[in-house]
């Protein structure tokens, strides 16, 4: 891929950028926001539960992150997506 890069052209590569500026969508976001807030929970209630000793209380912290940080993470994603810098 990265060879294939080096050799387009430059209109051929700013074709491939418009293509891949629309490329990402909501629901890309969503599957992404909740894969990485599992592998975040998991962690929060291990660390919960190694601070508290126990299991009901780490539960509901995660619970509570789990939610939270799903919401802020796909309009944080949302909002990146829509900054053309770096792309």
């Known amino acids: 891929m990265i060879v294939d890069q080096l050799v387009l052209s430059k209109k ?3 074709t491939k950028y ?6 990402e969508r909501p629901i890309r976001s969503v ?3 909740v894969s990485w807030r599992v ?3 998991l962690d929060t209630l ?4 190694i601070l508290t000793g ?8 995660a619970s509570i992150d789990f939610i ?5 993470y796909f ?4 909002l990146w997506n829509k900054i053309n810098w770096g792309k």
Request: proline content about 0%; cysteine-free.
């Open 31 to 33: 599957a992404k926001a």
């Open 12 to 14: 051929e590569s700013k």
């Open 68 to 72: 939270t940080k799903m919401f802020l």
């Open 18 to 23: 418009e293509a891949d500026k629309k490329s």
């Open 46 to 49: 291990l660390i919960s539960y």
């Open 39 to 41: 592998i975040g929970t």
């Open 54 to 61: 126990e299991v009901a209380i780490a539960a509901s912290i």
């Open 75 to 78: 309009f944080h994603e949302r």
